[in-house]
């Protein structure tokens, strides 16, 4: 540009700076508003696609927030549920030392609405209500039989509960459907209800190899499966040596013999005189 | 007169004027020297001591151990710890660091010497950004591999340890082993917690760009470092107002425009809240990290336009 | 060659008001102020603080809007980022990256200008040379003086060779001997045909390097022009004797006594206390 050519060396335009100013800033204002329309869909359909993929909770309700106290609340709003949950799994331990099945029972509440996905807790939340606290009051030699009973056997039905509502959070998890058979085995004595549950987990993707053993096993004492049961056992020790554990060619004998099974088609060799 | 020449033999031609580039290439150069100086800047203000912080946080961690726990719930403790810790961190260091950089330039008047040289005000605001950007992305690199290198010692103890306690108790066999050792392991070091660690770094990036905007309105950093903490909480509240206003139709008129008004400013930070969940272990897939990015990627343009046109014309 | 014609700074009907925020008031700074710099000319704006000076040079940097008028660097408009690509600015009191040494802050500005690695570096020995920083090179900013801060200043603006250099109040807070230094590094831009324009309140230092002076009170131009020509008293002649005898004097006297003239004052010559003090601290410093 020659400047000495053009006497008009200012830039010529008609608006003041003023006015320019302004139109700058209700732009500036206009793309904030035109990006908020834009991207609240896509932050909707985000959302939407992050609950799909459990990364994102849903939210806390009231309910939540008295229980966990404000910086808390703020806390696991903020990202850092795993962490409150974390931290009041440490928590719940003192609990457990000062033997307040009522808080302990509340704090594993709380943990697993912070972090319904992470199965551990239900878990161990089950495990303290139904064993812990169960035994806690059965084998409390300071109240009366009746008493015992009812508060024992009410802490086993809570640990049942807890671990049902963790299964609906994380149906694909082994481990949940297993230490629900375990409470119906070893808790109820329900060995009908605890062989459904062995063979749900025995389904579920990772379980180990046992839970089709245990499922048997326990079908075996269940009144009225006993063929099934021992189809299922006759077919576990067809598979291969590995299944051959003493409990499970116990559990053949004694089905053998309960079934009256004929000596030639029995699965196990017959045993020397 | 050629570079070499100008290499051997310094000289000042009277009112003649050194080689200087032009256009998108100076534009580039000069964004890379302003983030360089701003890099420099943060990194001799000696704000990288929180990693020391971080680091003692993380191996205090590590060693915390409650009798009970088991060696899964060590390990999660242990991630809940660093990667909230890595979080937290990065975006507080993200609005501080972006709150002193243009209110201290303009106190100190430096931003006028900067400005009297030819530099368009989006150069400088991009170069800015892009420095303290840089910072960021060196700290989360840094916390990453603190934070996996003890992942990776405590994993290793966690698992020799509960193996050699299951063997001496006997009755376990090589198949339980095996379950006992992938369980442990899954609450270990793996890819997918890269994942969460990108997204607090997508997240603070967005942090810096808002940050940037509030100082180029605000004139000194403490009013743009409590502005940007505003916005944190906000921002992480957003996605409730964004729901009020779609889908509360039957609230009340000045109810859902407030709602609405928020939803449409203020950014969403849920977004890249998964820390969560990746530590429960659920897996982000490729395409769920992509329309992250490039979620950031957007906000950071905008907030950097919004940026520019305020600053402009600021006068200084 | 057309552009030895364009003025280095032409400044026209130049007007800015501050505008209050809320209820304050707004303030005229600058009022219709128009001037011109010749390339090559030292140009010195002098008035009292807030008289508009810095206003107005900020103004014609592009650091803020006029309200009205224009302003432009070598016949481009100062809203123009490329307006500056022919000016350099020190402004009064300037800090710049104090974790910066002074060779990496002349690279910074160096690069910002966009002036290629090999002349840059080439530049930069020449700058500090040129304002006697070399022994400080590697040191951060934190630990320069006031007067070294300035130089470094000076310096930087200087770093793209510009046609055309800003100083606002470029010894305030200086003491003697660095002023002096600032004052003979205008002398020398000026012999080297940069244009230089220069604020100060410090009437005697303008006295010594401007070629034009304009005085601004209230944010208007109220004298402008060359200097010789506003501070001489026409009707008067100066005699300087150098071991004049008091017969000599006399005889002086009553001549001009005699020939129709006024006698106004005879007497001898002070040195300026400035003078004074650097003869006698010349050498010892540092």
Same mark, same amino acid.
């Given at each position: 540009m020659s400047p000495a050519d053009n006497p008009g060396i200012f830039r010529k335009n008609g608006m003041s700076y003023r006015l320019r100013r302004n139109l700058k800033r209700a732009a500036a204002g206009l793309v904030l508003l035109v990006f908020g329309i834009g991207r609240m869909s896509w932050e909707g359909s985000m959302e939407e696609e992050w609950k799909r993929l459990q990364l994102r909770a849903g939210g806390l309700d009231l309910g939540v927030r008295e229980q966990l106290g404000q910086m808390s609340y703020l806390a696991a709003l903020g990202g850092f549920r795993s962490l409150v949950a974390s931290f009041l799994s440490v928590k719940a331990f003192n609990e457990w030392e000062n033997v307040d099945w009522v808080k302990l029972e509340s704090t594993y509440g709380l943990m697993t609405r912070l972090q319904p996905r992470v199965a551990g807790y239900w878990e161990e939340g089950a495990w303290h209500l139904a064993y812990n606290a169960s035994a806690f009051y059965l084998l409390n030699e300071e109240m009366s039989p009746g008493v015992r009973r009812h508060l024992g056997g009410r802490y086993i039905r809570k640990g049942e509960e807890f671990l049902r509502e963790g299964i609906r959070n994380n149906p694909e998890e082994y481990l949940l459907r297993q230490r629900l058979a375990e409470i119906y085995r070893? &808790?109820?004595?329900?060995h009908c209800r605890a062989a459904d549950e062995f063979a749900i987990a025995a389904r579920l993707?990772?379980?180990?190899?046992y839970c089709r053993r245990f499922a048997a096993y326990e079908m075996a004492d269940c009144e009225g499966r006993e063929w099934e049961a021992y189809a299922a056992l006759a077919g576990l020790y067809g598979?291969?040596? %590995?299944? %051959? &554990?003493p409990t499970l060619l116990a559990k053949l004998g004694e089905l053998e013999e309960k079934l009256s099974i004929p000596e030639a088609k029995r699965v196990l060799p017959e045993k020397g005189p | 007169m050629s570079s070499r020449e100008a290499d051997r033999k310094p000289r000042v031609k009277p009112g003649g004027t050194v080689a200087t580039r032009r256009g998108i290439g100076a534009s580039a150069g000069r964004i890379g020297t302003l983030a360089g100086t701003t890099f420099l800047q943060l990194l001799r203000m000696k704000t990288f001591y929180f990693l020391l912080i971080f680091s003692i946080l993380v191996v205090v961690a590590s060693t915390f151990n409650v009798l009970h726990h088991t060696g899964e719930q060590h390990l999660k403790l242990l991630k809940d710890v660093a990667l909230g810790a890595m979080s937290l961190f990065t975006s507080l260091f993200a609005i501080v660091a972006t709150a002193l950089l243009i209110p201290s330039d303009l106190e100190d008047r430096t931003l006028q010497t900067i400005l009297a040289k030819p530099v368009p005000r989006y150069d400088y605001i991009l170069g800015k950004l892009c420095g303290v950007i840089l910072v960021v992305a060196v700290s989360v690199v840094v916390m990453d591999l603190i934070f996996g290198a003890v992942l990776y010692a405590r994993e290793e103890m966690m698992v020799a340890a509960e193996l050699a306690g299951a063997t001496e108790s006997g009755g376990f066999a090589e198949e339980d082993l095996a379950v006992l050792e992938e369980r442990l392991r899954s609450q270990g070091l793996n890819w997918n917690l890269q994942n969460a660690v990108a997204a607090i770094f997508l997240k603070s990036c967005v942090i810096c760009a808002v940050t940037m905007l509030v100082s180029t309105i605000a004139s000194t950093s403490l009013f743009t470092i409590i502005v940007g903490f505003v916005i944190f909480f906000i921002g992480h509240l957003q996605s409730v107002a964004r729901d009020y206003w779609m889908h509360a139709l039957d609230a009340g008129l000045w109810k859902r425009l407030f709602s609405g008004l928020v939803a449409l400013i203020f950014p969403d930070f849920q977004i890249f809240n998964v820390v969560d969940g990746v530590v429960a272990g659920e897996v982000i897939p490729l395409g769920a990290m992509t329309r992250m990015a490039g979620l950031t990627i957007l906000y950071v343009m905008v907030y950097s336009m919004v940026a520019y046109l305020v600053f402009a014309d600021r006068e200084l | 060659m057309s552009e030895k014609k364009t003025a280095a700074v032409s400044i026209d009907g130049l007007t800015k008001v501050f505008r209050g925020a809320l209820a304050r008031e707004s303030v !005229?700074? !600058?009022?219709?102020l128009s001037l011109e710099v010749a390339p090559g000319e030292v140009y010195g704006l002098i008035g009292p603080n807030g008289s508009g000076k810095s206003t107005t040079m900020k103004v014609l940097l592009g650091l803020i809007r006029p309200s009205a008028g224009r302003t432009a660097i070598f016949g481009v408009d100062s809203t123009r980022v490329e307006s500056r690509r022919q000016v350099g600015f020190l402004p009064e009191n300037p800090y710049f990256y104090r974790h910066l040494t002074g060779r990496e802050t002349l690279q910074f500005y160096g690069r910002l200008c966009g002036v290629g690695r090999g002349a840059l570096r080439a530049r930069i020995d020449e700058l500090l040379e040129l304002v006697e920083l070399g022994h400080a090179?590697?040191?951060?900013?934190?630990?320069?003086?006031k007067g070294m801060l300035q130089r470094i200043g000076l310096a930087q603006a200087l770093v793209q060779e510009p046609r055309l250099v800003v100083l606002d109040e470029p010894t305030a807070g200086v003491d003697p001997a660095g002023s002096r230094k600032i004052r003979d590094l205008i002398l020398e831009l000026k012999q080297r045909g940069i244009a230089v324009v220069l604020s100060s309140h410090l009437l005697e230092q303008v006295q010594e390097v401007c070629d034009r002076v304009g005085i601004i009170f209230n944010g208007s131009m109220v004298q402008e022009g060359r200097l010789e020509d506003l501070i001489s008293i026409e009707n008067q002649t100066e005699i300087i004797l150098k071991n004049a005898s008091a017969d000599l004097l006399e005889r002086i006297r009553d001549l001009a006594e005699g020939a129709d003239a006024e006698f106004v004052k005879m007497g001898q010559p002070r040195t300026t206390l400035e003078s004074l003090f650097l003869r006698e601290t010349e050498g010892r410093e540092e």
């Open positions: 070893n &808790k109820f004595g329900d993707e990772g379980a180990p190899e598979e291969g040596v %590995r299944h %051959r &554990k | - | !005229v700074a !600058v009022k219709e090179a590697r040191r951060p900013l934190r630990g320069y003086s």
